[in-house]
């Protein structure tokens, strides 16, 4: 049994999730779902099903036992799984239930053919390429390699391809990108001579949003998703400026009390206050994914204004510095993501002050109990 400790509550706005897609096809061109990691803590199946109201009809998750998961769901649309296989359960299940995996090494070829052969069945796959992650992929050198084992092996058969890009969000390396385009259209050249037409997709979110030269038949869409500019920061932020986020997170206030002059606050008294103030306890710790490295840094949002963290995030409890805000009281509301008016938390204010992505705030802050609207 899991014993439900968190006092998080994570709430998804799934119709920010729909603006957001309906802005990445505003290019005209094919927009895989990317909803790997429960949709970067948003939620699987429910971001799912609010994609495929809009028109999506492939979804990419990581594992194979998450795209079980999804099918199990009842969804019919293609269904890829980035990490690919990594075991032969991992084999049996993408037949069993029609996933389409990444694959990009000759030993997940081998893996995979002796499980199809031996069912005889047949399996559609999306090769996946490295020019310039060095992460995953076959490499261009291995080309003539993987077609003829291909030509060789008609029960694996290729129906996607793909590459991924290491800096499409950085204006400095641009150039970076266009090299990875380059090599990954020679690819497809050398495929497409071989007789192997594919739905070649490159670009992830800030590809979509930028990169002219990164958009292919199709493109796979992640972090715009659920509403946090990829772009901010750089020239390029107006670009995603019509993003909305779509994740809000808060918590109940525990306590609110006075902390005299000279008084010090929290584990190792890394806090003094310089005068009386009034300080909130707040519901939210690292055990719930907010992290400790916001203690003395990161702010909350209550009534609509900014509270300051004061001294070290503890496991369960945070306190903060509402001194100058009206009406606080024990059972209300503090708003650790999102939140109203001048005091709203962004994605990105928050990333900032923990010295993350947005991309890793969602995924730690999503794992606390979801409701949807
Ligand atoms: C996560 C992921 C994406 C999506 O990237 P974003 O930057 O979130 O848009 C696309 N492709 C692959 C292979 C990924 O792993």
Known sequence: MTIEYNTLEVEIDLSAIRHNYRILCEKGTKVYGVIKADAYGHGLIEVADALSKEGADTFAVGTVNEAVELRKSGRGERIIALLGLLNETDCFNAVKYNVIPFIGEFEQLEMLSSVVSAQGQKIEISLKF??????????????????????????????LTSSHLATSDDPAYEDYVGAQADQFSHILKELESAGFELE????????????????????????????????????????????????QVSTKIASVHTLKKGRSISYGCTYTAEKDMTVAIVCAGYADGYSRSLSNTGQVCINGKRAKIVGRVCMQLTAVDVTDIPDVSFGGRAYLLGG??????????????????TYEVFCLLGQNPKTFK
């Open 130 to 159: 490295d020019t310039g992650m060095s992460r995953l992929g076959f490499s261009v050198d291995e080309l003539d390699q993987l077609i003829d084992w291909l030509k060789a092996n008609p029960q694996i058969s290729p129906v």
């Open 200 to 247: 070649a997709s490159l670009a992830n979110s800030a590809g979509i949003l930028v990169h002219d030269k990164v958009r292919l038949m199709a493109q796979r869409a992640g972090i715009a998703l659920y509403g946090a500019n990829p772009l901010s920061g750089t020239k390029w932020n107006e670009i995603g400026g019509r993003l909305i986020p779509a994740m």
């Open 340 to 357: 109203e008016g001048e005091g709203k938390i962004s994605p990105d204010d928050l990333a900032g002050w923990w010295e993350t992505i």
